[in-house]
């Protein structure tokens, strides 16, 4: 099969990089400058999400995170802006596989902003190039069983259940007794590295991708509301001919 579009490797430099479009927000690259943007992020309240806090990076240390991301872990970042264009979360695809066309999810929210929708239609509208013009055919994640709000997003996405295992948890040890954590402790427990939580694994499959979402991709395109990557990309190519050429 031909490999996945990698966005940065075709989009003309210097151009806005929006690869989707929802309803609530736009996708487009991460770039460095998201990595001081998300550092600026509120720090969950909830002990559950510590892992998700970021820690106090200098300069250069952020600039190191972003290096050893990109080039030693290979992934690829999107960054999640509201329609007044504040980056508001993170996309994630880790273990890319362009032979099997298949990556792991990893997405997270400004923790203000949790609960109001945009998570599910940015990882809508960002599926809708995943497995359009990114050329993808399967995405897997793994979710904490007592994450029943990604849950339910990744649900009404169209993704299934594959499995469980116990995964370590990054947070305060202290979590099992904190009353605020109850509902939640059936899920968690002192394992074999430590403390650890149930953790569902799932996938999507292209052809399991809801109809409704390509085609709702598809009208927005032709509608003029929102453009696909592909056009997207050549309006850029064809401009900066223009500019070239003139
Ligand atoms: C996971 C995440 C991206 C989801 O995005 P979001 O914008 O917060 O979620 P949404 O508002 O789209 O809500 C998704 C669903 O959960 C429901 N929901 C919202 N808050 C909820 C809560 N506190 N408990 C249970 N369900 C909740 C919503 O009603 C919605 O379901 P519906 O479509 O049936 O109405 C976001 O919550 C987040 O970043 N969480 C912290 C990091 C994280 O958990 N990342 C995922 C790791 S696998």
Redesign the pocket.
Same mark, same amino acid.
């Given at each position: 099969m031909t490999a996945p579009a990698r966005v940065e490797d075709v989009w003309p430099a210097g151009e806005p990089r929006f690869v989707a479009v929802g309803r609530l927000s736009r996708i487009r690259m991460f770039t460095r400058r998201d990595v001081d943007r998300w550092l600026a992020w509120p720090r969950?309240a909830d002990p559950l999400?510590a892992a998700?806090n970021p820690r106090p990076m200098s300069g250069s240390t952020a600039d190191a995170w972003w290096d050893d991301l990109r080039h030693r872990q290979k992934q690829r970042a999107f960054a999640i802006e509201s329609l007044d264009r504040r980056m508001i979360?993170r996309i994630f695809l880790r273990h890319v596989s362009t032979t099997d066309g298949a990556s792991v999810l =990893?997405?997270?929210?400004d923790?203000s902003? *949790? =609960?109001?929708?945009?998570?599910?239609?940015a *990882?809508r509208a960002f599926l809708g190039y995943y497995f359009g013009p990114g050329g993808f055919r399967r995405m897997y994640?793994?979710?904490?069983a007592y994450?029943?709000?990604?849950r339910?997003?990744y649900e009404?996405c169209g993704f299934r259940y594959l499995g469980t295992h116990w995964d370590r948890l990054l947070c305060r040890d202290d979590v099992l007794d904190d009353p605020r954590c109850a509902e939640a402790r059936p899920l968690l427990r002192r394992g074999p590295r430590g403390l650890e939580a149930l953790t569902y694994d799932m996938v999507l499959d292209r052809e399991a991708f809801p109809t409704a979402s390509l085609v709702q991709a598809e009208t927005q395109t032709t509608s003029g509301r929102t453009e696909s990557f592909l056009r997207l990309r050549d309006r850029c190519v064809r401009s900066r001919r223009r500019r070239i050429s003139v």
């Open positions: 969950h999400y998700y979360g =990893g997405i997270d929210l923790p902003l *949790l =609960g109001l929708g945009y998570g599910t239609d *990882l994640l793994s979710v904490a994450n029943v709000r990604a339910r997003s009404r």
